[in-house]
């Protein structure tokens, strides 16, 4: 039992920074984040899109929602030039 303990208590610490690097992660970030696991895993989705395609779907819609609202809340509030699709121009990149 002592292996398994240590297991879990590693996951918690892989769960924790994790959850430091996620919200560190401008929204425009995330989202190039997850279309590179999406692209990554293409093969893998489509054979399994039997059994979990609707659960995708699902999470999908639910995405875009929270993503529509994240726009809206932004433009609300005077902060729409963080939702422009591309990323801000660095000064070495001019």
Do not use: I, Y
Request: glycine share 4%; hydrophobic share 35%.
């Amino acid at each position: 039992m002592r292996d398994l303990s240590t297991v879990r208590q590693g996951w918690e610490e892989v769960e924790q920074a994790e959850a430091r690097l996620n919200s560190r992660m401008t929204p425009q970030e995330s989202v190039r984040h997850w279309l590179q696991l999406q692209e990554t895993f293409e093969s893998q989705l489509q054979e399994t899109s039997a059994l979990f395609g609707p659960q995708r779907a699902s999470h999908l819609a639910e995405l875009q929602a929270r993503l529509r609202r994240l726009a809206q809340w932004q433009e609300r509030h005077g902060n729409p030039a963080s939702v422009h699709p591309e990323p801000p121009k660095t000064a070495a990149g001019r």
